[in-house]
């Protein structure tokens, strides 16, 4: 999962050696945290939050043989 959404967010931004994705795992689910530069942040959420909505069902979709709960949080690089 953490492999697909980095291919999908440097697809999307302008700065692709600024996109990381921290994977968190418990026995229910698996949260993948998302970061990119500031100035991405537009690009990978997109109108209406459009884009971001697509990489999380893309994501879900790729996870369906899975019993966890898959979420896709978006943030900003610290």
Known sequence: MKDLVIVLAKA???HPDEV???????????TLRLKVADED????IGKGGRI?????TLVKA????TEKKIFVEIGEED
């Open 20 to 30: 990381s994705v921290i994977e968190t795992e418990t026995d229910t689910d698996i």
């Open 12 to 14: 999307l931004v302008e």
């Open 62 to 65: 790729s996870a369906f043989n």
């Open 41 to 44: 942040m537009g690009k990978v």
């Open 52 to 56: 971001a909505k697509a990489i999380r």
